[in-house]
Nanobody, 121 residues
């Protein structure tokens, strides 16, 4: 099983980015998928998650700005990020797990290598 992220980069505050996570293997259709981020000196946090039924979770700081979606045909997870702020700067990781609850607890079964998002002020 592999998760490969792409789409990170440098953007000005107020701008937008879309992250993608391509999943190989058979996990995509049944797994909850999520995006974590970790900034230097800070703990990793679950930013957004979506399960196989389309139920979503967002951390309060990104509600209304980030949208997670998944395409079961291409087995790709997306994170559309708008109105980006400097505090969104972090390494973003794609992950897959048994449920949104387990993702929220940090118990993901599979992880991507990460993609850097940098928001300049």
């Amino acid at each position: 099983v592999q998760l490969v992220e792409s789409g990170g980069g440098l953007v000005q505050a107020g701008g937008s980015l879309r992250l993608s996570c391509a999943a190989s293997g058979s996990i995509f259709s049944s797994s909850a998928m999520g995006w974590y981020r970790q900034a230097p000196g800070k703990e990793r946090e679950l930013v957004a998650g979506i399960n196989a039924h389309g139920n979503t979770y967002y951390v309060d700081s990104v509600k209304g700005r980030f949208t997670a979606s998944r395409d079961k045909v291409t087995r790709t997870l997306y994170l559309q990020m708008t109105s980006l702020k400097p505090e969104d700067t972090a390494m973003y990781y794609c992950a897959a797990g048994e449920s949104l609850g387990r993702l929220w607890g940090g118990f993901s079964d599979y992880w991507g290598q990460g993609t850097q998002v940098t928001v300049s002020s």
